[in-house]
């Protein structure tokens, strides 16, 4: 029979509680979020996002967006205001858009090449080790004629993700 020493213990004890603190980054689908489909054909419908980075560092943001065929979609007509302009948009999959701690950026999507862009998924990475980063409003709203009615709606119910 082998016997186990006091500080073979403590040693055992010690490496799993250290092993146990390491940060881990969280799994790419805790930094996703699926959204539903919007209309944007123009003719007074237009839809859109506003993401703000509530995280303490930088991240980088990408929309991805389908057509009705499920086919990858990228808007013809899309205007930005705040952190989100062309050069710095979250439609470019490859090196999307960068937030910096506690900005916002939103872009909005009048566009008459397709009546509906069915689901999209909105994805954040960072180099450092958080849990959440973003805040996301979506929004439709329809305006012609002094007729204006609109819908928004937080993402994963107003939580950060």
Not at 102 to 116: F, K, R, S, V, W
Not at 136 to 158: D, E, H, M, P, W
């Amino acid at each position: 029979m082998k016997i186990i020493n006091l500080t073979t213990i403590l040693a055992a004890l010690f490496y799993s509680t250290f092993t146990m603190a390491v940060c881990q980054l969280p799994l790419k689908d805790s930094n996703s979020r699926i959204f539903p489909s919007m209309i944007t054909p123009g003719g007074g419908w237009s839809g859109g996002f506003v993401i703000t980075n509530i995280s303490e560092v930088p991240v980088k943001v990408t929309l991805e967006q389908t057509d009705v065929d499920g086919n990858g979609y990228t808007p013809y007509s899309v205007s930005y205001t705040g952190h989100f302009n062309a050069s710095n948009t979250p439609l470019n999959l490859i090196n999307g858009a960068t937030l910096q701690p506690g900005q916002l950026g939103t872009l909005n999507i009048a566009d008459p090449a397709t009546p509906i862009i069915n689901i999209g998924y909105i994805n954040w990475e960072a180099d450092s080790c958080i849990e959440n980063a973003l805040l996301v409003t979506f929004y439709n709203q329809y305006n012609i004629s002094a007729k204006y009615s609109s819908g928004r709606f937080q993402l994963n119910n107003g939580l950060p993700f």
